[in-house]
Structures are given as structure tokens and as C-alpha cells.
T-cell receptor, first 114, second 112 residues
Framework: DGGITQSPKYLFRKEGQNVTLSCEQN?????MYWYRQDPGQGLRLIYY???????QKGDIAEGYSVSREKKESFPLTVTSAQKNPTAFYLC?????????????FGPGTRLTVT | QQQVKQSPQSLIVQKGGISIINCAYE??????FPWYQQFPGKGPALLIA?????SEKKEGRFTISFNKSAKQFSLHIMDSQPGDSATYFC???????????FGSGTQLTVLP
């Protein structure tokens, strides 16, 4: 059963603590992405990676860090430097074959920082 | 120029009616236009997508209409059902770009 898994579904942390969100895909997709979604808002790109050991900042990368050591995995760390970390975090991956392109999302992790 | 403008922000439709969500873009390099459906607490799911070489694509009750000259595309949901109540996002991608540019989303409510 192929897809994107994110864990945990809900995550609670105290202010000042770093927290790492997991994202794994078994779709053999090259590219992976992290988005942030606030209530009633759209999708904002945090980081993306097109290949192992390479990643680029998105629109709101400050206070976040990522790694891409394996093709299947793209963990996101929300650092204490992120001023408003409470949000719904979505991981995605994409495939491109010739002109065909498709991007799929995981189920999301809701992070609450108090 | 990278923006995709989506309207309306929210939409209320009676069961059986037609829901129409519109998106407009400026970047003429965009060549792939998907729509995503998101239920509360879930990740967005790819619903339907179109390329600019066709003016319309239909999958079941969902139709994308594409107007290349106007740089607009829209999602039509025929015979709208309460189960269609969700947030819908349009998106666009240019050429070999590896990321999508998303619209701001439309919250659709279909009344029973």
C-alpha cells in the first residue's frame, strides 16, 4: 500500500523545545516538500528537496530545518526560533515522468506548542 | 507573477446545485493546473488536473474549464452533495519547476 505517512498525528510541545516531525514515503518519488497550514489559511511552503542530500528553502523557512539523508524520508525540525510554531504541517512528494507531474500529500501532523 | 488568485473564499450551495470556483494566474509559463480537495484535519487530495492544450476535462461530477487567453481556470462540481463540503485549492506549475503555486483556498459548504 503506497503512500505518505506522517507521524505523529498530534504533537504537543512546550515553548522553547525543538520538535521533529516525521515524513516517510514509499512512492519512490524524488521530490519531497513541507508545507504549513494555519486555520482557514492556504498552504505555505517551508522547505523542499528534489534529491537526496539537497534541499531548498521555501517561502517561510525561518525557524525550521530539514534533512534528506534517504530518498524515502524528509524530517522537519521546528526549532525554538520559530515564533509561532502551532500549526498543521503537511508533507508532500511528487513524481515527474516526461511531462506528467503529480504531487501527493500526507495526512498531516497538528503541532501545538504551549 | 507567481501568484494564483482564487475566488470565492467561501461558497454555500444547496444540495443538487452547481459549485463553481475560479482561479486566475499571470505567469504564462504555467502548464499544469491541478485541483485539490481537503477535508478538515486531513491532507489535501489530488482531485483533477488539466494542461493548457485542452479547454475542459471532466471526471465524474467534477469538471475543470480552462481559458488560456483569459489566464483563468475553474472547477465545476455538478449535482453538489453534502459530502463535497471541503476546502478546495487550485494550483499551477511552470515547466520543469518542482513546486506548485497554490491558490488561497475556497471553503465549500453544501447544504442538505
Amino acid at each position: 500500500d503506497g503512500g505518505i505517512t506522517q507521524s505523529p498525528k498530534y504533537l504537543f510541545r512546550k515553548e522553547g523545545q525543538n520538535v521533529t516531525l516525521s515524513c516517510e514515503q514509499n512512492l519512490n518519488h524524488d521530490a519531497m516538500y513541507w508545507y504549513r497550514q494555519d486555520p482557514g489559511q492556504g498552504l505555505r511552503l517551508i522547505y523542499y528537496s528534489q534529491i537526496v542530500n539537497d534541499f531548498q528553502k521555501g517561502d517561510i523557512a525561518e525557524g525550521y530545518s530539514v534533512s534528506r539523508e534517504k530518498k524515502e524520508s524528509f524530517p522537519l525540525t521546528v526549532t525554538s526560533a520559530q515564533k509561532n510554531p502551532t500549526a498543521f504541517y503537511l508533507c508532500a512528494s511528487s513524481m515527474q515522468t516526461g511531462t506528467r507531474y503529480e504531487q501527493y500529500f500526507g495526512p498531516g501532523t497538528r503541532l501545538t506548542v504551549t | 507573477q507567481q501568484q494564483v488568485k482564487q475566488s470565492p473564499q467561501s461558497l454555500i450551495v444547496q444540495k443538487g446545485g452547481i459549485s463553481i470556483i475560479n482561479c486566475a494566474y499571470e505567469n504564462t509559463a504555467f502548464d499544469y493546473f491541478p485541483w485539490y480537495q481537503q477535508f478538515p484535519g486531513k491532507g489535501p487530495a489530488l482531485l483533477i488536473a488539466i494542461r493548457p492544450d485542452v479547454s475542459e476535462k471532466k471526471e465524474g461530477r467534477f469538471t475543470i474549464s480552462f481559458n488560456k487567453s483569459a489566464k483563468q481556470f475553474s472547477l465545476h462540481i455538478m449535482d453538489s452533495q453534502p459530502g463535497d463540503s471541503a476546502t478546495y485549492f487550485c494550483a499551477a506549475r511552470a515547466g520543469s519547476a518542482r513546486q506548485l503555486t497554490f491558490g488561497s483556498g475556497t471553503q465549500l459548504t453544501v447544504l442538505p
